[in-house]
């Protein structure tokens, strides 16, 4: 492996626990590295993703504090994909809850996927709790990229996308999201277990430049809340105004950020980070040149490992 996209060592978190957020969320959260280091904040993708031990590994354990936790409903946040409750808003009210009772001023604000959508979302309600900003594999919640996802995907992925089209009736086809929708949140696991497996596998198959079974079996595996969730908000246009996240960069321009985005991203296209980088043009903006979505992929990760330990500089300077 090129030694510039190696991850740091397996880390076990120093603290954890599950906070409660209301009469039905409760949030798993956990943190690692350095107790006295600069705090940095972990949002995954989705919404629905969950975190995973392997993205402690991004973070210097010498340097940071590494804060992760799992959105609600999402990973071991309980209850696996509920809906009820669960707006960009309240994420947004949540990272700030856990901020309190961490006792954190301000923290590194790092997201991919829909972690970017979400890392702005906070950033722009909350500009003074942010350092600074690593945003890989851009969404901005809009209309379009919705659309993109439901439908453009198969001008690159036909394969991929006629197996999810084809898990519904053919005139039900032209509302992807209806159909699925209806299905995934039926509560017998006979009906929703199948849909959310079939959106999951259609995501992690469209995620990387080359075939990678293995990612596609991840996506899987967290198929429910993944799949419930990125329909939820999805339904909802991410609960975002239209060019919400463009139109109140001022809030964050002065902080210090780094946009990491592959030209072969087919989930999140590259026409999503160059806007962001156009309207925000002190961030920097690095193009991976041979890749997918997925931060797996060894040229993403040796971008994000890079562009981290440029952001450590600049905190150590300031």
Not at 12 to 41: C, I, K, Q, R
Not at 45 to 56: I, L
Not at 134 to 160: C, D, H, M, T
């Amino acid at each position: 492996m090129d030694s510039r996209s190696a991850l740091h060592p397996p880390i076990e978190p120093f603290d954890s626990g599950m906070l409660a957020l209301d009469d039905v969320h409760t949030m798993y959260w956990e943190t690692s590295g350095n107790p006295d280091g600069v705090p940095v904040l972990f949002l995954h993708g989705g919404p629905g993703g969950g975190s995973s031990p392997e993205h402690r590994r991004f973070f210097d354990p010498t340097f940071f504090r590494a804060v992760l936790f799992d959105q609600r409903g999402a990973g071991v946040s309980t209850p696996v994909g509920e809906a009820s409750g669960n707006t960009t808003q309240q994420l947004i009210e949540d990272i700030e809850r856990l901020r309190e009772y961490l006792g954190i001023e301000r923290w590194l604000v790092f997201g991919g996927s829909w972690g970017s959508t979400l890392g702005l979302a906070y950033g722009q309600a909350h500009p003074s709790r942010c350092l600074g900003f690593l945003l890989r594999g851009i969404f901005l919640g809009r209309p379009s990229e919705i659309q993109w996802f439901l439908y453009g995907l198969k001008n690159v992925f036909p394969e991929a996308w006629h197996k999810f089209a084809g898990m519904l009736p053919t005139d039900e086809r032209d509302d992807l999201l209806r159909g699925y929708l209806k299905r995934l949140f039926d509560p017998d696991p006979r009906v929703h277990l199948p849909y959310a497996r079939a959106w999951s596998e259609y995501e992690g198959t469209c995620s990387t430049l080359l075939p990678n079974p293995d990612l596609v079996r991840h996506f899987a595996d967290e198929a429910l809340g993944l799949a419930r969730l990125e329909a939820h908000y999805f339904a909802h246009e991410c609960f975002l105004g239209r060019n919400e996240l463009l139109g109140r960069i001022d809030r964050i321009r002065h902080l210090p950020a780094s946009i990491v985005q592959a030209r072969y991203d087919m989930v999140c296209p590259i026409v999503n980070a160059d806007e962001l980088a156009r309207a925000w043009p002190s961030a920097r903006y690095v193009i991976v040149p041979d890749a997918g979505h997925s931060v797996w992929e060894p040229p993403v990760r040796a971008a994000v490992i890079a562009e981290l330990e440029r952001l450590k500089l600049c905190l150590m300077e300031a």
